[in-house]
């Protein structure tokens, strides 16, 4: 996050960041064709196919 952290302006930047999660990067749905940091993101990375990784979603979590 330091090298995408501007120097100034950081609440601006902090604002975008969480605008860009809870509109692109959605934990059930994530909208990796429209993100401007899915080259870089290493979920993004790790994910394959978004569809399939969300249907997958709850089997990786144990019930509490």
Do not use: K
Request: charged letters at 20%; one cysteine or more.
């Amino acid at each position: 996050s330091a090298l995408h952290t501007p120097a100034t302006d950081i609440a601006i930047y902090t604002q975008a960041i969480m605008d860009l999660g809870a509109t692109v990067c959605l934990a059930r749905v994530p909208r990796c064709d429209v993100c401007p940091l899915a080259g870089e993101c290493p979920s993004h990375a790790g994910l394959g196919d978004a569809q399939d990784w969300a249907a997958n979603l709850d089997s990786d979590f144990e019930e509490f």
